[in-house]
């Protein structure tokens, strides 16, 4: 059973606690629990195949992609083993999986909270959860994905690593990074509407700035370091490497991208927290 929220304020130092971040949220997890699921399910509704469409749209994606860069650009990675095409595809999915996860937290943030103004103004309900919901949804259909590349890879190497079983550290600056700017934007969004305009500009530049169809090697020394300060370039990185290659993260950079997306999550909780007992003022 959820637990409702007071309106008792908080201070600043109480929302940077990440220790009192985490007993809110396990507080509420029942009530993330049901919101998650009903979001998954509310995607499919009335559809004829259902639920089954999560396995139908990364595959087509993977086809597609395939296609496009595989056989029209005839692009490969330098840093394939056989050069083969689906090897070429297994790569590129394995990035583009991960950056899905990302772009549908913070594309889905700014209409988060305006879109559900009755649990804003008629009753007490933690409003702070719906973001977390959204990525345990991105994460459900990222699971999809990684089901379908991870088959893809067996069809294509024929081995799995050990290194597999690192795949949810590795996924864990994405985690936070996604939750806090879904906080700080979800907030953004109730007082600046055209938010959602510029973020989904800023994704599709995120999109072509991150390394998912190149390797960063490839890219000119003078922009390297700008493609290099992209956390999801390091994640997507880890995850080739543990997935694919069967290589260790690069741990020392890992950790510094770990402590900025931590740092930005509480933020972003703090942002949020702060912010929203003026929701009901603004809508």
Known sequence: MATLITSRS???????????????????????RQFTKRDIEGRYRGSFLGLFWSFINPLIMLLIYTFVFGIIFQARLPEARTGSLGEFAVVIFCGLTAFNIFSECVNRAP??????????????FPLEILPVST??????????????????????????YWTLLLLP???LPLICLGLGLGWFL????????DISYV??????????ITPIF?????????VRGFIQANPLTS??????????????????????????????????????????????DVM
């Open 235 to 280: 994640v997507i990185d880890d995850v080739r490497r543990v997935v694919l290659w069967g290589q260790q993260p690069n741990w020392p950079f890992f950790y510094i991208v770990l402590a900025v997306c931590v740092l930005l999550m509480i933020l972003g909780y703090t942002w949020f927290m702060k912010t929203k007992k003026a929701f009901a």
């Open 199 to 208: 973020t989904t500009l800023v994704v599709q530049t995120l999109f072509f």
């Open 186 to 193: 979800a907030s953004l969004g109730v007082f600046f509407r």
């Open 135 to 160: 990525l345990g949804a991105a994460l459900f259909h990222g699971s999809i994905s990684f089901i379908i590349l991870l088959i893809a890879h067996l069809l294509t190497n024929g081995i799995f």
């Open 111 to 124: 209409t988060l909270i305006i879109g559900v103004p009755n649990y804003v103004k008629k009753v007490v």
């Open 169 to 171: 550290i590795v996924l």
């Open 214 to 222: 190149y390797i960063l090697d490839a890219v000119p020394l003078s």
């Open 10 to 32: 908080e201070s600043v130092w109480h929302y940077l606690n990440p220790v009192a971040m985490m007993r809110n949220l396990w507080q509420h997890r029942d009530l993330i």
